[in-house]
């Protein structure tokens, strides 16, 4: 996300805008927080599955769980 293309920024903004209606600043992202009844079990699990088949190395993937 701190990588955007000027054109994946652009994508991103009008996909925000468009689902959301949200206009975002420049230097804001759109950032969804856990229900606070989820445990940590349920919190890595979703961030697995929200994240699966986007990590570059293994090392990413244990960072992300």
């Known amino acids: 996300m701190l990588n955007f293309t000027p054109k994946s920024r652009y ?3 009008k ?3 468009e689902y ?3 206009d975002l600043k ?3 992202l759109l950032v969804r927080v856990p229900h606070n ?3 940590n079990t ?3 699990n979703l961030a697995a599955s ?3 088949g986007r990590f ?3 090392s990413d993937q244990r960072k992300a769980v």
């Open 11 to 13: 994508i991103y903004e």
């Open 15 to 17: 996909a925000i805008k």
């Open 20 to 22: 959301y209606h949200i």
């Open 26 to 28: 420049p230097d804001e």
């Open 37 to 39: 009844r989820l445990n």
């Open 42 to 44: 349920e919190i890595n």
């Open 50 to 52: 929200s994240n699966q």
């Open 56 to 58: 570059n190395s293994e």
